[in-house]
């Protein structure tokens, strides 16, 4: 079974300029998940689809960032313009389900530097 | 809200050493409890759950019981190895809270032979 895949793997732009992640979840996943990951910091939850609906984004900053996930399927994380503190790990998860015992199934991340 | 608060690290120890991470949580109600971990290079995978008090999960030789009366799910695991050198997350997911994941700052872990 392939796994969560993101694109791409490393990125370095400046202060200011925009950036956009992707992300395949799991075949048949209906849960979407992306977590931005500070240095040191665990993962934290930035938005939750459920299909192609959000469920949660009470954690993205909206006037940076924006997501999508047309057809329910691939999803795309946005940022313009980018700051500083925007440098971390964008990590994408997947489950089949929203359900709270659902295990979550990681991507590699996206690797952000912000000079 | 609820949160997670894991021991600080990192944490260096010799092969076939025992291992204890601790964790603790804040919950609202009653949340499903994980740990994840993360090999150098890789992403997060999860190593275990547990999904009601009294449960205990158990993975690759770790193990962690979800107690309701200490609010914890310690990690354990009797003999450590070098391959089990990376970081460790606990995380908690709460119905009562929109199922949102609470994941802990991380536990660094290095196994030297």
């Known amino acids: 079974e392939a796994g969560v895949a993101q694109s791409p793997r490393y990125k370095i732009i400046e202060k200011r300029q925009s950036v956009a992640f992707w992300c395949n979840p799991i075949s048949g996943h209906a849960t979407l998940y992306w977590y931005q990951q500070i240095l040191g910091q665990g993962p934290k939850l930035l938005i939750q689809?459920?299909?192609?609906?959000?469920?949660?984004d009470s954690q993205l900053p909206k006037d940076r960032f924006s997501a999508e996930r047309l057809k329910g399927v691939d999803s795309t994380l946005k940022i313009q313009p980018a700051k500083l503190e925007d440098s971390a790990v964008y990590l994408c998860?997947?489950?089949?389900?929203?359900?709270?015992?659902?295990?979550?199934?990681f991507g590699p991340g996206t690797r952000l530097l912000v000079l | 809200g609820d949160s997670v608060t894991q021991m600080e690290g990192p944490v260096t120890l010799s092969e076939e050493a025992f291992l204890t991470i601790n964790c603790t949580y804040t919950?609202?109600?009653?949340?499903?409890l994980f740990w994840y971990v993360q090999y150098p290079g890789e992403g997060l995978q999860l190593l275990l759950k547990a999904t009601k008090a009294d449960d205990k999960g158990s993975n690759k030789g770790f193990e962690a019981t979800y107690r309701k009366e200490t609010t914890s799910f310690h990690l354990e695991k009797g003999s450590v190895q070098v391959s089990d050198s990376a970081v460790y997350f606990c995380a908690l997911s709460d119905l009562t809270d929109g199922n949102q994941f609470y994941f802990g700052t991380g536990t660094s872990l290095t196994v030297i032979p």
């Open positions: 998860a997947s489950s089949l389900d929203a359900g709270g015992q659902e295990t979550q199934y």
């Open positions: 919950a609202t109600g009653y949340p499903s």
């Open positions: 689809f459920q299909n192609n609906g959000v469920v949660d």
